[in-house]
């Protein structure tokens, strides 16, 4: 009995000792003897285990590289920034509330801040920090806000809703980048039994000078299961509609993007159209209709 536990004891070191066997799963070291113009200098996981993690595009930002790891499983998102050169972490950045945020719709970067938002949580977040400049959630109680934020200029727009009217109103609201704080443009609510759904702007300035935010009003009726798009201009001097087009295209589903206003004139991508209106009047000069379906996402 003796020496089967001494056999077992000399079992278990050698294996311990002895080298794991090569991971078939993981990516393989950087080719340090490769000369060419895209030799790879450094490589970071995003995930040092088999979860499934997806990252964001990445920034680049004062010598340095922005990404993120999102995992599904739990709904978080975590920003983490390394040296170009090295691949050295610099700074890690952790969500205060859960909520997947890697819509491409959701975040930009302006100067060093970097800003992202999804379904009421936003953030601003110091790219030189890697602290909040400011933090701000408005899914509390019957709020909640949407996952596509639009900036104009130093403003972010958006549009946040009441869970007890979802189907009734929308609210489009905007904030200064550098304090976070909502105010709210205007109200949209229900019409002809079409809940309405508020995407991001683009601006135009309008020949007197005014600033005219355009963008559109994707809605949806349960009821007939049919979708419509309204194209709107709203005053921000005046805090006044300016025009609206009125479900202009039969299939009633389109891109999400903020509309391309380009010398006066507005360029709309629908599902299976594009047209283009007078930015000054909301007239339609021309609609092409494109081959096949457009991803919308």
Same mark, same amino acid.
């Given at each position: ?10 079992? =278990?070191?050698?294996?311990? /000792? ?22 790879? =200098? ?43 050169? *090295? ?34 949580? *936003?953030? /601003?977040?110091?790219? +030189? ?14 709020? *909640? ?109 389109? +891109? ?7 010398? +006066? ?15 000054? *009047?909301?007239?339609? =000069? ?12």
């Amino acid at each position: 009995m003796r020496h089967t536990f001494t056999l077992l004891a000399l079992f =278990l070191l050698l294996t311990s /000792c002895r080298k794991p066997d090569d991971c078939t799963d993981c990516p393989p070291p950087p080719d340090s003897t490769y000369t060419g113009p895209l030799k790879v =200098l450094w490589q970071v996981p995003l995930n040092p285990d088999t979860a499934e993690c997806v990252s964001m595009k990445p920034v680049l930002n004062n010598g340095n590289v922005l990404y993120s790891l999102l995992f599904y499983i739990d709904g978080y998102e975590f920003l983490r920034m390394v040296d170009s050169k *090295t691949g050295e972490p610099v700074w890690a950045w952790d969500p205060l509330w859960p909520g997947e945020t890697i819509s491409r719709g959701s975040r930009f970067a302006k100067d060093n801040l970097f800003v992202m938002t999804h379904w009421g949580p *936003t953030y /601003c977040v110091d790219m +030189n920090t890697g602290q909040n400049l400011w933090a701000n959630n408005v899914h509390v109680g019957n709020a *909640t806000g949407k996952a596509q934020l639009g900036r104009v200029g130093d403003f972010l727009y958006t549009e946040h809703s009441d869970k007890q009217i979802l189907d009734t109103a929308s609210y489009f609201v905007r904030a200064n980048i550098y304090d976070g704080k909502w105010d709210t443009l205007f109200v949209l609510k229900i019409e002809d039994g079409y809940r309405p759904s508020l995407f991001p702007p683009d601006l135009w300035i309008s020949p007197q000078g005014d600033s005219i935010l355009i963008f559109q009003n994707r809605q949806w009726n349960f009821a007939a299961s049919d979708g419509r798009i309204d194209l709107l201009a709203y005053n921000l001097n005046s805090r006044t509609f300016m025009w609206k087009v009125k479900d202009f295209d039969a299939v009633g589903n389109s +891109n999400t993007e903020p509309p391309l206003v380009y010398e +006066n004139k507005v360029y709309f991508q629908a599902e299976k159209n594009l047209y283009c209106f007078d930015a000054a *009047t909301g007239n339609q =000069l021309w609609n092409w209709v494109v081959p096949l379906s457009w991803d919308n996402l």
